[in-house]
């Protein structure tokens, strides 16, 4: 599993997106269950990773299984931690249980 987020280095939400996910993975294990991304939308590689994503605001988090799938998407917040947890739990990408 993969945690992607878009987002930008001058932005407060992203940072504290980008942080919150990695506590949440480092407490998830020791050995992570998914590796986290930063698509830095400032940069040209990163917009045009954004288009091609359909990403229009930051930050927004795409949780993708390991064949590539988007399973979840946040734009414009930071994922609540029951949330992500779900998926963390859920190991494989099965489904967590409420």
């Known amino acids: 599993m ?3 987020v878009f987002g930008k280095p001058s932005c407060a ?4 997106t980008k942080d919150k ?9 020791p ?13 040209v590689e990163g917009m045009a990773e954004g288009a091609f994503n359909d990403v229009h ?5 795409i949780v ?6 988007e399973l979840a998407r946040w734009e414009k917040k930071v994922p609540p931690s029951v949330e992500v947890q779900a998926f963390l739990g859920a190991g494989h990408g099965a489904a967590a249980a409420p």
């Not at 939400?13 to 504290?16: A, G, I, Q, R, Y």
């Open 13 to 16: 939400m992203c940072k504290s």
């Open 64 to 69: 993708r299984s390991d064949s590539g799938n």
């Open 31 to 43: 050995t992570p269950q998914a590796a986290l991304a930063f698509v830095d939308m400032d940069t």
């Open 2 to 4: 993969r945690f992607e």
């Open 57 to 61: 605001e930051v930050p927004t988090v």
């Open 21 to 29: 996910l990695n506590h949440l993975l480092a407490r998830s294990g």
